[in-house]
């Protein structure tokens, strides 16, 4: 009966079945970044600092005076409170990271991760990377599965492209781990946003698999969808980078200014193990400019499969609309941080704008405004 309609029943159990795995070893996995955190020392950043302070010393003393006369010094936060004083010479000769920040071109340093120098805190994080590599694997088999049973892309509805874009979240990720890029820190957010996102797909998103209507029948369906899901992961990377940004950039200036105690600075040790708020800008300045074209080519294809299928490029149809805001709203941010004055905190505030914008372009769009591309709805 089922086969008869074109949809195979055997595949899209499994597919609800590997979901389900994916969920459970995710759930491990954040449990296990969560570990990593609490067992990162406490005291990481002011062990590193003063051994670091010891080798800006030795340093200082062995280099020749016109070389010592052009260091920069790094005041780096310690874990009680207090500041210590470094060389750029010196944490460049340590191998340590030095930025510079966009508020006053003041230098930082990156903090140790999310471990600190916990060994335990190391052991856990390289399970929790090893745990999301299997939940990915578990998670594509989903994906697959769910389009093998019905032949066809398997993201035709919410619940398919929710699927689909908590994948490419994980697999953003485990890309910029790939490319040796320090984002370790990125994983409890990440574990905990694909939970949320798989979570509210499988209860309250979930539609039986099943044929698409006529529109959907269109090789521009691989195209479109499947950039546009890219995009997503990659703009919730930056997202978590500028809030941490923001967060980290607002506790340095507390440091700064003595204020030492307090609610916001009562996780100083989880603040210290994170990036240099100059890293974290930087990094979701960099995935945000490198999306944009795709989703700039996002949308032109959407255009032209509309054109395909309905006779017309554009008929500001609420997504067609929203889709256009979420554009504006990504290369306004773009052209701030091009913008002298526009750097740091103001830029960041349009860049969570603009993640906001693309939130309610899928989820509020989709859900409470009706629109050509209702039949995507919930089942």
Not at 81 to 102: E, K
Not at 151 to 176: H, K
Not at 226 to 233: L, V
Not at 290 to 299: A, D, H, Q, R
Request: hydrophobic fraction near 50%.
């Amino acid at each position: 009966m089922h086969l008869a309609s074109g949809v195979d029943p055997h595949l899209a159990d499994l597919s609800n079945k590997l979901i389900y795995s994916a969920m459970a070893v995710y759930l491990i996995a954040m449990f296990a970044h969560m570990f990593e955190w609490t067992f990162g020392s406490k005291g990481a950043v002011a062990v590193r600092s003063a051994e670091q302070a010891n080798l800006a010393e030795t340093v200082a003393a062995a280099n020749e005076p016109a070389k010592a006369a052009k260091k920069v010094t790094v005041t780096v936060a310690s874990a009680s409170g207090g500041t210590t004083t470094l060389t750029r010479t010196a944490l460049a000769d340590a191998g340590a990271t030095v930025v510079t920040s966009g508020r006053d071109e003041a230098e930082e340093i990156d903090g140790p991760g999310a471990a600190g120098t916990s060994e335990k805190g190391d052991l856990a994080g390289r399970i929790a990377v090893s745990l999301t590599v299997l939940g990915a694997l578990l998670h594509a088999g989903a994906v697959l599965t769910r389009g093998l049973s019905v032949m066809r892309w398997p993201w035709g509805n919410m619940y398919e492209f929710s699927c689909a874009f908590g994948l490419t979240m994980v697999l953003a990720y485990l890309g910029l781990l790939a490319a040796k890029k320090k984002v370790r820190w990125l994983g409890l957010p990440v574990m905990v946003a694909v939970l949320l996102i798989l979570g509210l797909a499988v209860s309250v998103l979930y539609t039986d698999s099943e044929q698409l209507v006529p529109a959907l029948h269109s090789y521009w369906l691989a195209i479109h969808v499947s950039t546009a899901t890219i995009c997503g992961g990659a703009f919730y990377a930056a997202f978590v980078a500028t809030l941490l940004f923001l967060g980290k950039d607002r506790y340095d200036q507390r440091i700064e200014l003595g204020l030492t105690t307090g609610p916001f600075n009562t996780p100083a040790s989880i603040w210290q193990r994170l990036p240099a708020a100059g890293s974290l800008d930087k990094l979701s300045y960099r995935i945000n400019a490198m999306v944009f074209p795709l989703w700039t080519f996002t949308i032109i294809a959407g255009a032209i499969w509309a054109e395909a299928a309905w006779g017309k490029y554009w008929e500001w149809d609420p997504k067609e609309t929203w889709s256009f805001i979420t554009w504006v709203a990504y290369a306004a941010y773009l052209h701030a941080r091009a913008t002298a004055g526009w750097k740091g905190r103001k830029a960041a505030y349009l860049a969570l704008l603009a993640f906001a914008c693309w939130l309610f372009n899928f989820y509020g769009v989709n859900i409470f405004v009706t629109g050509k591309h209702s039949y995507a709805g919930v089942g």
